[in-house]
């Protein structure tokens, strides 16, 4: 993953990214729903496609709203599809649906999004893949991992000489030494 922070350092376009969000830790819940939804459309795509229909996304999925996606019915579906400026895949666009329901009943059996990434970590890449597969739709490992990685619950997103590295490690992520300790697996 290092080859990133050579490759977005001064990017107009990843840049901004790669210095205040990526690898950041997240506790949000439409910002964590946001960032899996990203990542699930980024699939086979370049990310900085992502980053270019990120505005799009926003609108399109009325700002990552956990309860509204839940309740999309066909229309909204026909709607998604028919809008060019998102990614018009339907398996991406379901999967986007189904997951926003799964996450809205993580409130009640966990407390929320951040709660259950919490009550599972610490994990290893392949038991979060195992979890993410179990749990959500269209999230295989290259996804998962990523999605974990950009929100601090991996490490990998920085090498340690890039300057974010340093920020994101004072902030104890919980991929972070320091941090493991007060998440169990319980």
């Known amino acids: 993953m290092s080859w ?6 001064g990017d107009p376009l990843h840049g901004s990214y790669h210095d ?12 964590l ?6 990542e699930i459309n980024q699939a086979g795509l370049n ?15 009325e700002g990552f709203d956990v309860s509204r996606i839940a309740r999309y019915d066909d229309n909204d579906r026909k709607r998604l599809l028919n809008d060019a400026a998102i990614i018009r895949n339907r398996l991406k666009i379901d999967a986007v649906i189904h997951n926003a329901g799964v996450v809205e009943s993580m409130r009640d ?6 709660s259950w990434l919490r009550q599972h970590h610490p994990m290893i890449k392949p038991d979060w893949v195992k979890l993410f597969k179990k749990t959500f739709k269209f999230t295989g490992g290259e996804i998962t991992g990523e999605f974990l990685m950009s929100t601090g ?18 902030t104890c992520p919980p991929w972070s030494e320091a941090s493991v300790g007060f998440y169990t697996t319980d």
């Open 20 to 31: 205040t969000e990526y690898g950041f830790e997240i506790t949000d819940e439409s910002m």
């Open 4 to 9: 990133y922070c050579d490759y977005a350092i």
């Open 47 to 61: 990310w900085g496609l992502i980053l270019k229909k990120r505005p799009a996304f926003v609108s399109a999925f």
């Open 33 to 38: 729903f946001e960032r899996l939804v990203l």
């Open 109 to 114: 059996s966990h407390g929320g999004f951040d």
């Open 153 to 170: 619950f991996l490490p990998g997103t920085h090498r340690p000489d890039c300057p974010v590295y340093k920020i994101i490690e004072r």
